[in-house]
């Protein structure tokens, strides 16, 4: 699948299969967080891959009671080092590019595990102090995440998203313009079966398969 097909078709996955996770579909998940864009390329992360039950329980706990994680063969917990991101860019760094950083390596884990046929969710609701504890970091490491993945044994329908007319304003906050697709050239599923349906009925004519409409005159 490619990149947009990814993105497009990615969904939240709580209910896994009893399944075990190739080490080397993993490899590729951790591989891409590593590969996430970091402010300064700072890098002031660290994943923990957990897969031992007992820990994966004590995190599900501190996340809420979300018990639905438990069923997951693996967690990657997401850590940063807030210290690290001061020492380059003072107080922005620590409150503001430490998180920054962080997401944008959650969001390449969940991508690379639907590219792979993997099902994942970002778990956020968390007590940090109890995560902590549960995999052994030192108070000055922030946890940001927490993502269970597995094979999926569901399919969540999309969830309601807001339409581009809604998020998108051109040019200044706030200035809407009606049909944004086709403002930014960008023409819905509809318009391009509609074409595909076109191309085929000229083809079908060309190929003498069908008679060309009469002209009324
Ligand atoms: C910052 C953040 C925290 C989240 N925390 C949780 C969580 O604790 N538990 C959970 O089940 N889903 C959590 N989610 C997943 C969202 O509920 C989910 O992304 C949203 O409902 C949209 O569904 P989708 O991911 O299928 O598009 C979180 C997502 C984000 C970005």
Redesign the pocket.
């Known amino acids: 699948m490619d990149a947009l097909e990814c993105i497009k078709t990615?969904?939240?996955i709580?209910r896994f299969k009893d399944r075990p996770v190739p080490f080397e579909l993993i490899g590729n998940i951790l591989d891409s967080a590593r590969l996430a864009p970091s402010a300064g390329n700072i890098q002031e992360w660290n994943f923990i891959l957990v897969t031992e039950y007992k820990i994966r329980e004590k995190i599900s706990m501190a996340?809420?009671m979300?018990t639905?994680m438990n069923d997951a063969p693996i967690y990657i917990v997401v850590c940063s080092d807030p210290g690290k991101a001061e020492r380059f860019y003072g107080e922005k760094g620590e409150k503001l590019y430490c998180l920054q950083n962080a997401?944008a390596a959650?969001e390449n884990i969940?991508l690379a595990a639907h590219a792979q046929g993997l099902g994942a969710?970002?778990?956020?609701?968390?007590e940090e102090d109890q995560l902590r504890s549960a995999i052994g970091a030192p108070d000055n490491i922030r946890i940001l995440?927490v993502v269970p993945i597995g094979y999926p044994a569901e399919e969540?329908r999309?969830?309601d998203?807001y339409p581009l007319t809604d998020v998108v304003f051109i040019d200044k906050w706030g200035n809407r313009i009606k049909d944004i697709a086709a403002y930014m050239g960008y023409y819905g599923e509809h318009i391009k079966k509609a074409a595909e349906k076109g191309k085929e009925i000229f083809r079908k004519m060309a190929s003498g398969e069908k008679k060309s409409p009469s002209r009324k005159s």
């Open positions: 990615r969904r939240s709580r996340a809420c979300q639905w997401a959650i969940l969710c970002w778990v956020g609701a968390c995440g969540p999309v969830p998203k």
